[in-house]
């Protein structure tokens, strides 16, 4: 398969419900769990008006994003079904985008969350399966919204239970994975200015195979599509410290691991702990873009 379907495309360019939104500084995506479940306990919420709290707190650190999410996706979740999630998320959406003028994403992979949370306006479908969820690629291709494709070998039930890649080359594999994937968008009339990609932190990955990943996520700017990345708290970046409890380290931790992921090629940073990032992608951008000679 040629990668000319992809090479006239802009990594900066994301089309969205809104219209063509230009990336050219690291944008950060506030996270907003209406789940019991997820890993991280500060970012679940169970009613309206805490929600409303945790986007005020995410939209004044400086947040372009939140990603709204009803089902959690940690390793050794068990799935819900499509109307639990409308019952978490929908609410919370339209009280969102009555209150504040910030770009939204749902986190889901049901077609039926899909079309319901587009009616409500929201601006990406982040979906864990990379559309591949029965029903979910028709769906899509229904939209305009912009959706992010994100890479995931086997499943939140046992995707953390010894993962492995052939001959251990986890960046091969993440590759095959978005040239298949984007291949399919193609052959389904999706304008790829619409996509964004997701390696997948954690998700089917050992600790080795993320700090590779980061490591060496400029491979998967061939694609010349947005990179979301989503590292915040993970047990890899917790793996690293000598309290993994600590949240205040793990904070830290993170946000040193978006700084990275944005020197590295990372345009969209998915965090639990906006201001944290918003300050370390300071400091990268000018180590990034400031001339040597700048006193």
């Given at each position: ?57 995410h939209y004044e650190a400086g947040a372009q994003w939140l990603d709204i999410g009803g089902e959690s996706s940690r390793p050794g979740s068990q799935r819900i079904n499509a109307q639990t999630t409308l019952d978490r998320v929908l609410p919370i959406i ?144 917790r793996a690293q410290l000598k309290d993994p409890d600590d949240t205040f380290a793990v904070g830290l931790g993170s946000s040193v691991a978006a700084g990275l992921a944005y020197l590295n090629g990372a345009h969209i940073i998915r965090t639990h702990d ?22």
């Amino acid at each position: 398969m040629s990668e000319y379907h992809w090479s006239t495309l802009s990594e900066r360019i994301l089309n969205t419900t809104q219209g063509a939104l230009t990336l050219d500084t690291p944008h950060l995506m506030g996270i907003i769990n209406a789940t019991p479940d997820s890993f991280y306990a500060p970012s679940r919420i169970n009613a309206v008006d805490q929600a409303l709290q945790l986007a005020e707190t995410h939209y004044e650190a400086g947040a372009q994003w939140l990603d709204i999410g009803g089902e959690s996706s940690r390793p050794g979740s068990q799935r819900i079904n499509a109307q639990t999630t409308l019952d978490r998320v929908l609410p919370i959406i339209k009280a969102i985008k009555q209150r504040f003028k910030i770009y939204l994403s749902i986190d889901t992979y049901h077609p039926e969350v899909m079309h319901a949370a587009v009616h409500e306006g929201v601006d990406l479908i982040n979906d864990i399966k990379a559309l591949r969820h029965p029903g979910a690629l028709s769906e899509f291709v229904q939209q305009t919204t912009a959706g992010c494709l994100m890479h995931m070998q086997g499943t939140p039930e046992t995707m953390q239970q010894a993962p492995h890649y052939d001959q251990d080359d986890v960046m091969s594999a993440l590759e095959a994975f978005f040239k298949t994937r984007l291949q399919q968008c193609i052959e389904h009339g999706i304008d790829l200015s619409r996509i964004l990609i997701d390696p997948g932190f954690g998700f089917g990955k050992s600790i080795a195979h993320n700090w590779t990943i980061l490591r060496q996520l400029s491979r998967l700017k061939q694609f010349n599509r947005p990179i979301l990345v989503g590292l915040s708290r993970k047990h890899c970046i917790r793996a690293q410290l000598k309290d993994p409890d600590d949240t205040f380290a793990v904070g830290l931790g993170s946000s040193v691991a978006a700084g990275l992921a944005y020197l590295n090629g990372a345009h969209i940073i998915r965090t639990h702990d906006v201001e944290w990032a918003r300050h370390t992608l300071a400091i990268m951008q000018a180590y990034h873009t400031q001339p040597e000679n700048c006193l």
